[in-house]
């Protein structure tokens, strides 16, 4: 498999998350991804969303979650797994620090994992990735009882956004993968997109040498760079030797125009989880109304850690 990383630039924020309008995140999840670029292809009809489906669940196209990216600096997920001690760990000062941290700037991959790491770096350069923003925008239903909400906005500052990885099996899927990333630039990501939050400008960037060869190498723990949830005949040998957190995914779904549909409840395990095996992980059909397929796709994209 080969890998490939995507820049997107938010020139109008972005409004991402599930728990409450007038906040938002700044990571984006692979299910939350697929499921944008199956609406796309569903534009083209019900055979290019089974096209995409296929090459998920096949694994010859798998994606990460978007993650920050500093000027060329790209953060990681922090991995969830013990590391050796040094000397300084037992500085308060720092112990606040790794507290803090979220990610990981992924040259610095393997000083944190030999446990050579200082965090303060990479947290000073990740407080300039931009600004939470709160908007203020009236429902136009009707002019007598107008209402007023708030809205969380999160503006990237200039030569800053999110990234993602891309692993595919061969280029004529590759392309056609691109074809609906493309469409989906102005489409756009998230939440509130009517109001023109989300839509981005895509570039090609290039992987650090160091994180490359961590997708095929042979190791004692793999961690996950993609939201991901091990099949029921998986899970059994998954969980053992395994350090993980969990997200829930849940929402609701209106495919082009289409009335909204409630998404079930599922919790994931989150980028950053680390397990001693690999898995393929699957897509599993979320919808609450079976009129309807809504695919949260939990399939893992791993390096050797």
């Not at 001690?85 to 610095?108: C, H, W």
């Not at 898995?279 to 609450?288: E, M, R, V």
Request: aromatic content about 12%.
């Amino acid at each position: 498999m080969k890998y490939k990383a995507y820049k997107l630039s938010f020139p109008c924020g972005v409004h991402f998350g599930e728990n409450s309008l007038d906040s938002s995140e700044t990571l984006f999840h692979s299910d939350s991804m697929f499921s944008a670029l199956c609406t796309e292809a569903s534009r083209e009809g019900n055979d290019s969303v089974k096209w995409l489906y296929e090459v998920f669940n096949n694994r010859q196209i798998i994606i990460s979650d978007l993650f920050p990216f500093v000027g060329s600096t790209m953060f990681l997920p922090k991995p969830v797994c013990r590391i050796e001690a040094t000397a300084n760990d037992g500085d308060s000062v720092k112990k606040k620090q790794f507290k803090k941290l979220k990610y990981i700037s992924a040259d610095s991959l393997d000083d944190y994992l030999k446990g050579n790491y200082t965090p303060k770096n990479d947290l000073d350069l990740i407080e300039q990735l931009g600004t939470h923003e709160l908007r203020t925008s009236a429902a136009m239903r009707g002019v007598e009882n107008n209402l007023i909400y708030n809205v969380g906005v999160f503006n990237f500052n200039k030569d800053c956004g999110l990234y993602m990885i891309v692993g595919y099996c061969n280029e004529k899927d590759l392309a056609v993968f691109e074809k609906y990333l493309m469409s989906l630039s102005y489409s756009g990501i998230g939440g509130k997109r009517s109001s023109g939050l989300g839509s981005f400008n895509l570039n090609f960037a290039s992987l650090p040498d160091n994180l490359l060869h961590r997708f095929e190498s042979v190791s004692s723990k793999y961690m996950t760079l993609s939201t991901a949830l091990p099949d029921d005949f998986e899970i059994e040998k998954s969980i053992p030797e395994s350090e993980y957190i969990l997200v829930k995914r849940s929402g609701f779904s209106s495919p082009n125009g289409q009335s909204p549909i409630r998404i079930k409840d599922l919790y994931m395990f989150g980028a950053g989880s680390c397990f001693g095996v690999k898995f393929d992980g699957c897509i599993k059909n979320a919808s609450a109304d079976q009129s309807r397929n809504i695919y949260r796709c939990a399939k893992p994209m791993w390096i050797g850690v």
